[in-house]
């Protein structure tokens, strides 16, 4: 795996992670599957550390592993590549955009103009096979995001930690341990089995609102505009 073209603040993350048993062990796993036929997505798992930098991130959004149909992960938690339709976890994630901010849909799905206004979109797995949702869970990728976690909120910089189902939350306290200068909201994930159901259901928790308001307030403003 290339981390030539990884934000600098990431690769020391990401290259001290490879070099550990744990790391190793995970990229043994990627290679094995790969030569037993195995489709893997996306193929950039680390592409949101090279568009989104270290220092520019205000928010992370936190989900749990790529798409698992193909052409739909790119490399970017929740979006999907420019031209292809909408999977139900974003259409929600619209869905709130619109109730939230006023916002209509837009005509693409890909979330590329987050990742440049300093919008991490980090799964806490980065790969996932065809049709296996889960499949590359608990196999390594999970020590990286964790770290690459602890990074961003050992950075002084205040952030938006935007956490959706079980796996993101899970990470909470990794954040509230770092310190109190960052928010952290937690929500269901959007996906339609979980969106609506209490007691802390995605459509209607207002985490892009809040995201921008507590962010202006602190000097650091973001759009959502897509």
Not at 114 to 141: I, Y
Request: hydrophobic share 45%; glycine share 8%; charged share 15%.
């Amino acid at each position: 795996m290339d981390f030539s073209e990884l934000d600098g603040g990431w690769r020391p993350v990401v290259e001290a992670w490879a070099q550990s048993p744990v790391g190793r062990q995970l990229l043994d796993f990627l290679s094995q599957r790969a030569a037993a036929g195995a489709a893997i997505y996306p193929p950039e798992p680390l592409r949101a550390l090279c568009l989104t930098p270290l220092s520019q991130t205000r928010v992370v959004i936190l989900g749990q592993d790529p798409y698992h149909g193909g052409g739909q992960a790119e490399g970017l938690a929740f979006s999907v590549p420019e031209g292809v339709k909408a999977p139900p976890s974003l259409r929600n994630i619209f869905k709130e955009l619109q109730r939230d901010l006023g916002q209509q849909p837009p005509m693409s799905a890909s979330l590329l103009p987050w990742t440049q206004r300093g919008v991490l979109l980090l799964n806490t797995a980065l790969t996932v096979e065809d049709g296996a949702p889960a499949s590359h869970a608990k196999q390594g990728w999970e020590a990286l995001t964790d770290e690459l976690i602890l990074a961003a909120a050992a950075d002084a910089a205040p952030k938006v930690f935007m956490l959706w189902g079980a796996h993101a939350q899970a990470k909470a306290g990794l954040i509230a341990a770092a310190g109190p200068q960052h928010l952290i909201l937690q929500a269901n994930h959007p996906s339609p089995l979980s969106a609506l159901r209490p007691p802390a259901p995605f459509i209607g928790c207002g985490h892009f609102s809040q995201a921008a308001d507590w962010l202006a307030a602190r000097g650091r403003a973001i759009s959502w505009a897509l």
